[in-house]
């Protein structure tokens, strides 16, 4: 077996996608990071999770969930590795993705869980990167 | 001093073929790891070992390690960083990558070891890539 | 909104680069990691630390800095993720980018801390990228 050749711009233009849309996402800058989806892009978090849809429903999910951490100041940081791409027939890419969180609290060392994998389906042209859908399983739940 | 350009297309078909096929190793489709081997490939996973050579040996290879895991079910994640290329004058090319081990187990947290430095020698042509051989490093062991 | 397209030759340049870079700085080659800097680069390891500037220079603070490690043989590898670049009006281009120091030492299992972003910016011509400033902020300091 050899892996199909990927395009070569494909491959980058989704790194930098991610890059950018992860730190959107890490700096808690939610509008910047729902408007990478599909204007009826569903994003879910957690496999039991309802999805949130559209960018509005995914901005509200992000705020609700981030309430947690009220009081409790802390810095997530999302890492991606392993981006398999898989070109569909629809025109659309599916590309599967290792994710670890680093989790970080003043004075403190990282935390690293849980270990995922994101499920996404892209929607590429000229212009750029969006995405379709998202989910994350997780690999604690086996 | 400058490193000296990689050819983008190079770099990222490296970068792919790695993504698949350690999502290849971490999903226990073994043969389909093996078959990113040239038919002679050789795969030595730690200094002390001795390397499995070609792709049954290194299905035998991997069904023996992972009888280690019977009774103890585990999500192993292969993480790599930092793939270094250097093409060789006999056209293959030296591939110098940091990983990291993680290892999750049901309800628990990720455990991330160990530190790795794979040394691989890839064979790249218009079909693809193949892997002629690889060896794997261990940090804590100096 | 969809990321700006990024030149995919000045992406996988820019990660190749890094890849080369981060292992010499590992592998204890510090005049070859000084040497991945402009003649008057500036290299400030954390934001209340004075930056060396210079190649010389830079590579004395590396001495300096390793020196507490006399005695106490340990082995970092520093890794890179998301990797997002902005190209700038002046023909430079920032970097900003993610980072996870790993520290190993004998026999012992991986340490991973502090958990950093690297704001770089770059310098890149045909002959390759080099590094006119890097200012690297912690974040467990907020």
């Not at 892996?3 to 700096?27: C, I, K, S």
């Not at 609290?105 to 969006?130: F, M, N, Q």
Request: charged fraction near 20%.
């Amino acid at each position: 077996m050899t892996t199909a050749p990927v395009r070569t711009d494909l491959y980058a233009q989704v790194q930098h996608f991610y890059a950018h849309q992860m730190q959107a996402l890490d700096g808690g800058r939610f509008e910047e990071y729902a408007a990478t989806f599909t204007p009826d892009g569903s994003f879910q978090h957690s496999p039991g999770a309802e999805p949130a849809v559209g960018r509005a429903g995914i901005v509200h999910e992000l705020v609700e969930f981030h309430k947690r951490f009220e009081g409790d100041p802390v810095q997530r940081r999302h890492w991606f590795n392993h981006i398999a791409l898989e070109p569909q027939p629809d025109g659309s890419v599916r590309s599967t993705v290792y994710a670890l969180v680093v989790t970080v609290r003043p004075g403190g060392k990282p935390e690293i869980a849980p270990s995922c994998v994101v499920h996404d389906v892209l929607e590429v042209d000229g212009e750029g990167v969006l995405l379709r859908s998202r989910l994350v399983t997780h690999d604690q739940m086996f």
